[in-house]
């Protein structure tokens, strides 16, 4: 009798838990990676009442030098965010025209480049988990302060799973590019059925016999000529010994 009344209070406490959880709601936005090309613009558009405060985050998870351009611009036209080559970054703002506001990523100064790109858009701040919360007079009972701190834990969470999802898509992609470097350049320099070892071998092999073919090339005996005693030549000697010169070819 005394075991079973403390797990039936559990029981109803993680109940009342995940009924609170539950209840609570999340500010209106969207998480979405999407593929930018080369020399290419890309716009979203959100509509924004006045007075509500949105925020921008976007990171470059592949592509180039992991740099893409962003701004944001409000109902009017005014640009309100603009940064260059930016590899991630976060803005926030709060809305004072209401209207569409429209956040652009573009890769225009890039001509081969293609970047593949995450943002995530919230709209709203974010509702009380529990209700009254802000006005509440006395202080809360343990809990209702658990839910507050499970919930604030779980938030943390999310952005941290967030974060290492981005790191790991990004340097699985490095690894990728870099192992495709490495098979072709192993392709260009060796071939699949000749051991590295034995090229090596035959061109060190290889290389007195083609210095001796350059210097036969070089002194061949069709570039002899011979010049006969009975030759006369100007200057005070006419007769000379018999004479064998080599005459290179022109380079």
């Not at 069709?222 to 070819?249: A, C, E, H, K, M």
Request: proline share 5%.
């Amino acid at each position: 009798m005394d075991s079973a009344a403390p797990r039936s209070t559990s029981a109803l406490l993680l109940l009342l838990l995940l009924l609170l959880l539950l209840r609570a709601e999340r500010t209106r936005g969207a998480e979405l990676t999407f593929e930018l090309p080369d020399s290419a613009k890309q716009c979203f558009h959100e509509d924004v009442e006045q007075g509500v405060k949105f925020s921008l985050d976007y990171q470059v998870i592949t592509g180039g030098h992991y740099d893409v351009d962003c701004y944001v611009e409000d109902p009017l036209g005014n640009t309100i965010y603009r940064e260059t080559k930016k590899q991630y970054d976060s803005f926030t703002h709060r809305a004072e025209v209401k209207g569409v506001y429209q956040f652009c990523f573009s890769n225009e100064f890039s001509t081969f480049s293609h970047k593949t790109i995450y943002f995530d858009f919230q709209v709203g701040d974010e509702p009380p988990i529990l209700p009254d919360m802000g006005n509440r007079v006395t202080a809360l009972t343990q809990m209702e302060s658990a839910c507050v701190t499970i919930h604030e834990a779980l938030k943390t969470v999310i952005d941290s799973q967030t974060h290492y999802r981005l790191r790991e898509a990004q340097d699985r992609a490095r690894a990728e590019d870099l192992n495709n470097r490495v098979s072709y350049w192993s392709i260009a320099s060796t071939d699949e059925q000749t051991p590295a070892f034995c090229k090596l071998a035959q061109s060190v092999a290889g290389a007195p016999s083609a210095s001796v073919m350059g210097s036969r090339f070089f002194y061949r005996e069709t570039n002899v000529q011979r010049i006969s005693r009975n030759q006369s030549f100007p200057g005070p000697t006419s007769r000379l010994p018999d004479v064998r010169v080599y005459l290179l070819p022109w380079r």
